[in-house]
């Protein structure tokens, strides 16, 4: 009897054991026990700043710098919230930025760090990273990669083919509209389907593509506004297959050499090595200005240095909401709408944004040729979302007051007409196919 308990006690033991290596894992730098430190409120703000330090990742080199010019000025801003007079700096801190880069007409006019974060430090996207997934997926249509936006998934990304997901066309999923039935829910204590996909991937290594291909749907695509993460990785899986490749390459390829992007970036992946699949509907790393490179592409109207990458109209498409039901205060989301890939704020006037959880955003102005790029690391960021919106509008209304539409603004305030002002009516291959 007593070397049965001894064998149970030792086997126990080396359970433990075991167990204590897989969690912590001191000879690697990709721990669970270092992944579960994601849910430390009190560490976020430097946490997303060190996101690739702790996660499988690729690297995406910045192979051909180009930075703007730089003409910095103070930002004097205050704003009227809840009835109280605030101040810019009041913000910053209250909503814990860790990088705050504004362009007005393609030349840095303001950057503000905090945090210990610096001009190259690699900030993560959260969801912001979808909008660059989309951005791939109107270059590749283009350049004749992509047939037609109404083409399904499994057209292009084989290893979707036969599931809900393989069925649905790529423009519900840039709608979020694919009828998926996924809860996407971020607070650590509600029912969420996103945290144990993101978890799974990084703690037990599963492959996200196999995940996501088991998730059906229960109700028709295109019937309504239904944000949830799957979509986009599922749009990353057409863009890998497009241009052949992992995402973190193709991405340096397609935006980060065209745009001169000035800092290497990275992109995480379910394990480390070429076998890793990178998670695309996030999880993109880069710093502050690389963010606004973005946003001014699309001021640009998809044009860069002459050269056009996205199709004609594709800006006024990702900008406008397709449905009454993406309309801001159609939604749970009450004070904010969508588009493709993009939000839309309230009341807007030409304004558009792309977000990530806790604070990240690139917003674009076109009346003022402005974008706002920012990081952060806040807890009570869904709290903070519409006071983001008035803070952002005061920047804009101070650094550019006039509108290029305003008759009465002194001429040497109003853009000339560039690329940046409206497009034509969409043209036919971005409108839906009966």
Not at 138 to 151: F, M, N, P, Q, T
Not at 390 to 405: C, D, G, K, L
Request: proline share 8%; hydrophobic share 35%.
């Amino acid at each position: 009897m007593m070397r049965i308990v001894t064998a149970v006690l030792t086997a126990l033991i080396l359970l433990g054991l075991a167990g204590a290596g897989w969690y912590y894992r001191p000879w690697s730098s990709y721990a669970p026990a270092k992944i579960r430190a994601l849910d430390d409120p009190e560490q976020y703000p430097q946490t997303y700043q060190r996101m690739d330090e702790f996660l499988p990742n690729t690297l995406i080199p910045a192979t051909a710098p180009s930075p703007f010019p730089h003409n910095l000025r103070p930002l004097d801003i205050s704003y009227e919230w809840q009835g109280e007079t605030k101040t810019l700096q009041q913000y910053l801190e209250e909503a814990q930025v860790t990088g705050l880069t504004v362009l007005h007409r393609g030349e840095v006019v303001a950057q503000i760090y905090g945090h210990e974060a610096g001009a190259e430090s690699r900030f993560t996207s959260w969801s912001v990273g979808k909008s660059f997934v989309a951005t791939l997926i109107g270059k590749a249509l283009y350049e004749g990669r992509i047939d037609s936006l109404d083409d399904t998934v499994e057209q292009y990304a084989p290893e979707y083919a036969g599931t809900d997901y393989g069925a649905t066309s790529l423009r519900h999923l840039l709608m979020m509209s694919s009828g998926m039935d996924f809860n996407e829910e971020y607070s650590a204590d509600a029912p969420s389907d996103v945290r144990p996909l993101f978890f799974n991937a990084f703690i037990l290594r599963r492959n996200p593509d196999e995940m996501i291909a088991t998730i059906t749907r229960d109700r028709e695509p295109g019937e309504d506004f239904h944000y949830i993460s799957p979509n986009s990785h599922v749009l990353s899986a057409v863009v890998r297959n497009v241009y052949e490749g992992r995402l973190a390459d193709i991405m340096e390829r397609e935006l980060w050499a065209p745009l001169g992007m000035t800092n290497e970036a990275s992109w995480l992946q379910h394990k480390p090595g070429p076998e890793g699949i990178a998670i695309g509907y996030c999880c993109l790393q880069a710093s502050s200005e690389d963010y606004a490179r973005l946003g001014q592409l699309y001021l640009q109207d998809g044009v860069w240095n002459g050269e056009r990458l996205l199709p004609e109209g594709w800006v006024n498409m990702v900008s406008t909401p397709p449905t009454p039901s993406h309309e801001p205060g159609a939604s749970r989301y009450a004070h904010r709408g969508y588009g493709l890939h993009f939000w839309i704020p309230e009341n807007y006037d030409r304004e558009f944004y792309a977000a990530g959880v806790f604070g990240q955003y690139i917003w674009m102005d076109r009346n003022r040729d402005l974008v706002i790029a920012q990081n952060a690391g806040d807890p009570n960021w869904t709290d903070r979302n519409v006071e983001m919106t008035a803070v952002f509008r005061a920047i804009a209304h101070t650094v550019a007051p006039y509108s290029r539409f305003d008759a009465h603004g002194p001429a040497s305030d109003v853009a000339p007409e560039t690329e940046t002002d409206p497009a034509p009516e969409t043209p036919a291959e971005l409108e839906p196919q009966p």
